[in-house]
């Protein structure tokens, strides 16, 4: 989004002209990251990045998605700027509705998960994994190191084999650039 849409001038404009726009660093803020992904899958049930967060003057969310191409972001930012000047109250009562939703999940946030949600965890990612071309869920996919992450260290802890796959399988196909091509199990091997 960068270079598609962020230095191009008509998208500059149009944000300069409705918003105040502000980039952050998810690695030197960790923290703000945190706080605008949390709204993101409140909002959409899921998140990644680039992260996009509309927000009210006191930095309430009121909007919230991922990767938008440069049409569906002046799109975006066009119906923001409608909505802030024909429904101001409408726009301020969602930031509110969503910064209450965010706050009760904060206190209400239980302990370390336990084996079960971390099983149920596994059993989603198996549902939505492709089996072909590797990643989750439909097109477009977009790498999910976190995810990852989660599948190799659970296999490891528990033994299970099929997520520890569906794991190598994506990387193998980040690797091969999505070619859909078989995994080599056996990178290099010596005849005698």
Same mark, same amino acid.
Not at 1 to 11: I, K, L, R
Not at 46 to 49: A, D, I, L, M, V
Not at 159 to 166: A, L, N, R, S, T
Not at 170 to 187: H, K, N, V
């Given at each position: 989004?960068? !270079?598609?849409?962020?230095?191009?001038?008509?998208?500059a404009q149009a944000i300069n002209a409705a918003f105040l726009?502000?980039?952050? @660093? +998810?690695?030197?803020? %960790?923290?703000?990251d945190a706080v605008y992904m949390a709204a993101c899958l409140a909002m959409n049930g #899921?998140?990644?990045?680039p992260l996009t967060v509309l927000l009210t003057p006191d930095q309430k969310p009121f909007w919230a998605g991922t990767y938008l191409p440069k049409p569906q972001l002046l799109q975006l930012v066009d119906e923001a700027a409608r909505l802030w000047r024909?429904?101001?109250v409408g726009v301020l009562s969602a930031g509110e509705a969503l910064t209450a939703h965010l706050r009760q999940a904060t206190q209400n946030r239980p302990g370390a998960p336990g084996r079960e949600l971390v099983?149920?965890?596994? #059993?989603?990612?198996a549902q939505s994994f492709d089996a072909r071309?590797?990643?989750?869920?439909?097109? %477009?996919?977009?790498p999910t190191p976190h995810n990852l992450i989660f599948l190799l260290r659970n296999s490891r802890l528990t033994? @299970?084999? !099929?997520?520890?796959?569906?794991a190598l399988q &994506?990387?193998?196909?980040?690797? +091969?650039?999505? #070619?859909?091509?078989?995994? +080599? &199990?056996?990178?290099c091997h010596a005849d005698p």
């Open positions: 989004m960068a !270079h598609e849409s962020f230095e191009d001038q008509a998208v726009p502000v980039k952050v @660093d +998810r690695e030197e803020r %960790p923290d703000v #899921s998140g990644g990045w024909e429904d101001r099983q149920r965890a596994v #059993s989603q990612f071309w590797g990643g989750f869920g439909p097109a %477009p996919k977009f033994g @299970d084999g !099929h997520g520890k796959e569906m &994506t990387l193998d196909a980040m690797y +091969r650039g999505g #070619s859909g091509l078989p995994r +080599r &199990t056996q990178l």
